[in-house]
T-cell receptor, first 114, second 114 residues
């Protein structure tokens, strides 16, 4: 049973370009979380999705960031018109259901904006 | 709103020393509690979790944590650390039995001197 798969592992974008980060949850998991980790900081919650639904996006910046988790395929975190401040590690986690269950993390995508 | 505080940002110990990392949370209702570990260059892995029952929880690699409801605390302990325990440790919380995001503390970096 493969774990949570994120790709790419490393992504370099120039300022103003778009970044697309992909997350395939563990088999059977229908809930996905996205977190951002900046150097010397903890994990900041961004968004919590169930298939075809956004459950909680209170941590998402209001502009340029969006996330989806379609019925088929991976969850996508999309950052439009990237700026240097978007450089960070982005982690995805998945869980089997909501509530009393743990989340399993992927290896992360390290985004560097140059 | 839920929040998690980890007061120790960086802890340095010698091998065989005992470890206790503090974690306090803020939430008025019933919570699930977690400790995750992130080894250098790797993704987060679950060390242990508390959902209900015995407040003393035993996890992998000799770690344990005690939930003290009256103190809103979930401190992580290990009686004798090893060099391989060098990592970053994150405490996390989510509201019990609901579609609730998992909130992480800022992390504690643990360095073990051989």
């Amino acid at each position: 049973n493969a774990g949570v798969m994120q790709n790419p592992r490393h992504l370099v974008r120039r300022r103003g370009q778009e970044a697309r980060l992909r997350c395939s949850p563990m088999k059977g998991h229908s809930h996905v979380y996205w977190y951002r980790q900046l150097p010397e900081e903890g994990l900041k919650f961004m968004v919590y999705l169930q298939k075809e639904n956004i459950i909680d996006e209170s941590g998402m910046p209001k502009e340029r960031f969006s996330a989806e988790f379609p019925k088929e395929g991976p969850s996508i975190l999309r950052i439009q018109q990237v700026v240097r401040g978007d450089s960070a590690a982005y982690f995805c986690a998945s869980s089997i259901e909501m509530g009393d269950t743990e989340a399993f993390f992927g290896q992360g995508t390290r985004l560097t904006v140059v | 709103a839920q929040s998690v505080s980890q007061h120790n940002h960086h802890v340095i110990l010698s091998e065989a020393a005992s470890l206790e990392l503090g974690c306090n949370y803020s939430y008025g209702g019933t919570v699930n509690l977690f400790w995750y570990v992130q080894y250098p260059g790797q993704h987060l892995q679950l060390l242990l979790k508390y959902f209900s029952g015995d407040p003393l929880v035993k996890g992998i690699k000799g770690f344990e944590a005690e939930f003290i409801k009256s103190k809103f605390s979930f401190n992580l302990r290990k009686p004798s650390v090893q060099w391989s325990d060098t990592a970053e440790y994150f405490c996390a919380v989510n509201a019990h039995s609901s579609a609730s995001k998992i909130i992480f503390g800022s992390g504690t970096r643990l360095s073990i001197r051989p």
